[in-house]
């Protein structure tokens, strides 16, 4: 019997071993390992979008400085648009089919080469030519793919709301960095303190992040996968994953509850000093405000209540406070009405982003998810390829409160639309 017993117990830490192995090399690295890489995707992550905004901030100068008009920027910014519009859903493809660390080191190239070009802009046409790494430049989406893989679907909204901090520390590092540097030693040095940081992103990918992120047996679906299609870009493959239960109908939800905010803040600049009248400076100060309470929205309050409430209550508490903010934007006049409105907006748009991101990758295979991440990435791009010509009417024709009276009339009547509906929201198992 002891003999049997020890064999039973041999037997038992063979199946064991065998369970841990098909787990794959990011099973093996435990839980405090896939906690360090997770926290390396967020420093990527916060690097990143700090190089962004300081190029963002410093923009406008260098156009001007080589003699781009206003109607000039606005092209270059479409242009830069359409590019990450086109390369989000190529980049996830690309980091389903080659693995996260591999989509996030191309990013954090392409980002090299794009402050590259941008050091070397001394023409109209050279800084036109600096907007094409942009297609490939993703880093949100990357750190967003090796969360999720390294993450469980009951872990996962938390962990994808906590990239919020990230947002905030880019947006408020990134705008003061790129006044400061430009200021001081001049309009190129931003591009280049980009590039230095660019690169070292990609050397903190190279060796931090696991050539693996995936369990095994997720690699095997992988290589088996439901894609019908090996090409980057497929239309066919977009089809195919709207068609799983409950993808189009929170994908339309996402798409049109941020549309009427987000060309709202496509036309900030211009609100800021036509209806607010602020300066150049407080203009900033108001950013940085923005970029605090993103921190603390999406680092303290998001991961909390996604641990206690059901996703689909989340995803229409949003709609509904977007509602309300709708409301608030077509009554308000100064622009302390405005900071009081922030604070419910970035709630709204933060929980909005989070949850719907979180939803719709559990709801495809897991060979899939860096495409839906991809899919969920153009949302913003396309609002700003298409916001300008659209917010530009809206504001010239009837004002600031149409955005408001748009908002409200388009969130109530999807939230009537998530009341009714009995949206399918079963995770997809591999």
């Known amino acids: 019997v002891s003999t ?17 192995e098909t787990l794959g090399e990011s099973g093996c690295l435990g839980q405090a390992k896939r906690r360090q890489v997770i926290h390396v995707a967020y420093v990527i992550a916060a690097l990143d979008l700090t190089f962004l905004f300081m190029q963002m901030g410093v923009m406008p100068y260098l156009a001007k400085s080589l003699g781009v008009d206003s109607v000039g920027f606005g092209y270059l910014q479409t242009t830069f648009g359409v590019l990450q519009l086109v390369g989000g859903y190529i980049f996830g493809r690309f980091a389903d089919q080659f693995g996260a660390r591999a989509a996030l080191i191309l990013s954090c190239a392409s980002g090299s080469v794009f402050f590259l070009l941008m050091s070397l802009s001394t023409s109209i ?18 750190a967003q793919k090796v969360i999720t893989d390294m993450t469980t679907p009951s872990q996962r909204a938390g962990a994808l709301g906590k990239l919020g901090l990230c947002f905030g520390v880019g947006i408020i590092a990134g705008s003061a960095l790129g006044g400061v540097l430009s200021t001081k030693f001049g309009i190129y040095v931003p591009t280049y303190v980009g590039l230095v940081g660019s690169l ?22 992988t290589e088996h996968s439901t894609s019908q299609s090996g090409s980057l870009f497929s ?3 977009i089809l195919r994953l709207m068609k799983f239960p409950g993808v189009m109908e929170v994908f339309i939800v996402k798409v049109f509850a941020g549309l009427p905010i987000g060309l709202f803040m496509i036309m900030f600049s211009i609100i800021s000093m036509d209806f607010f009248g602020l300066e150049a400076v407080e203009s900033g100060y108001l950013m940085s405000y923005f970029g605090v309470l993103q921190m603390v929205v999406q680092g303290l309050v998001v991961g909390k209540l996604a641990s206690h409430c059901t996703e689909m209550t989340l995803l229409r508490l949003s709609v509904f406070v977007f509602a309300g903010v709708g409301l608030g934007m077509a009554l308000m006049r100064t622009v302390w009405h405005y900071c009081i409105i922030a604070v419910p907006l970035v709630f709204a748009f933060s929980m909005l982003a989070t949850i719907t991101d979180s939803i719709l990758t559990k709801a495809v295979p897991s060979s899939d998810t860096g495409a839906m991440l991809g899919i969920c990435a153009s949302v913003q791009p396309l609002t700003r390829t298409v916001g300008p010509t659209i917010g530009g009417v809206l504001y010239k024709q009837f004002g600031v409160s149409s955005f408001g009276y748009l908002q409200l009339m388009v969130n109530l009547g999807l939230f009537v639309y998530l009341l009714k509906s009995k949206i399918p929201l079963g995770e997809m198992k591999s």
């Open 200 to 221: 070292i992103n990609t050397l903190i990918a190279m060796v931090w992040i696991p050539s693996q992120t995936k369990p095994k047996s997720d690699h095997h679906v």
């Open 4 to 20: 049997m017993n020890a064999k039973t117990s041999s037997e038992g830490e063979e199946a064991s071993g065998m369970k841990n």
């Open 125 to 142: 046409p050279l800084l036109f030519l600096s907007r094409l790494p942009g297609v490939f430049m993703h880093g949100i989406p990357g």
């Open 235 to 237: 239309i066919r493959e």
